[in-house]
């Protein structure tokens, strides 16, 4: 959902309400979503997943209730979507609740941790160590590497890739420049440079 985030604040809206309640109606072509999201725009799989992402976005529960004497109101964050074939693209025009569109984050992640490439494991767990309550943010190193089945140059790339996903935090000041590696006899290094 990030991605999709990210994707309609770079699309052109128009505003329209239903009840009381305003709404941000956006149209883009697929293709387009699938190349802000690293994808291949040839692939007849990643346009049929992406559509089925797409579809299933209104199977996402309520996002706003409210209980008073005289009402209810029930609100879902996709109220309104539609495909339409046109000039041969599949052409999407969906409506997202206003006050998510514009919904600032409680933290905030730069433009490669949104547009997901091979990499979204690992992008994935970062996200979820970064997110932590305690100012001293882990990473489960071990565990995570474990999880992959591929040859040691692919693990070396994995390695890399995670390191350089380290320093783009750092260049974008989210994480400090200090590093704490506990090794496996259980002792602790402090180190400021990382290498796989």
Do not use: W
Not at 60 to 73: A, G, T, V
Not at 113 to 124: A, H, P, R, S, T
Not at 126 to 134: D, G, L, N, R, T
């Amino acid at each position: 959902m990030i991605q999709l985030f990210s994707f309609f604040r770079s699309l052109k809206y128009s505003r329209q309400f239903l009840d009381d309640q305003a709404y941000s109606v956006v149209e883009f072509a697929v293709i387009d979503f699938i190349i802000f999201i690293g994808g291949n725009k040839k692939s007849t799989y990643q346009r049929t997943k992406s559509l089925e992402f797409l579809t299933s976005s209104q199977e996402i529960k309520s996002l706003i209730q409210k209980f008073l004497k005289e009402q209810f109101r029930r609100s879902v964050m996709f109220t309104y979507l539609k495909l339409k074939k046109q000039n041969r693209k599949c052409i999407v025009r969906m409506a997202i609740v206003e006050k998510l569109y514009f919904y600032q984050y409680q933290f905030f992640f730069p433009n490669h941790i949104c547009c997901y490439k091979d990499d979204l494991e690992i992008k994935l767990q970062i996200i979820e160590s970064v997110s932590q309550v305690e100012l001293k943010k882990r990473f489960p190193m071990k565990e995570f590497l474990n999880q992959f089945c591929v040859s040691n140059k692919d693990l070396t790339k994995i390695k890399s890739e995670l390191i350089n996903s380290f320093y783009r935090l750092k260049d974008s000041e989210l994480i400090e420049n200090e590093f704490t590696l506990r090794l496996k006899n259980g002792s602790s290094i402090k180190v400021e440079k990382l290498s796989p």
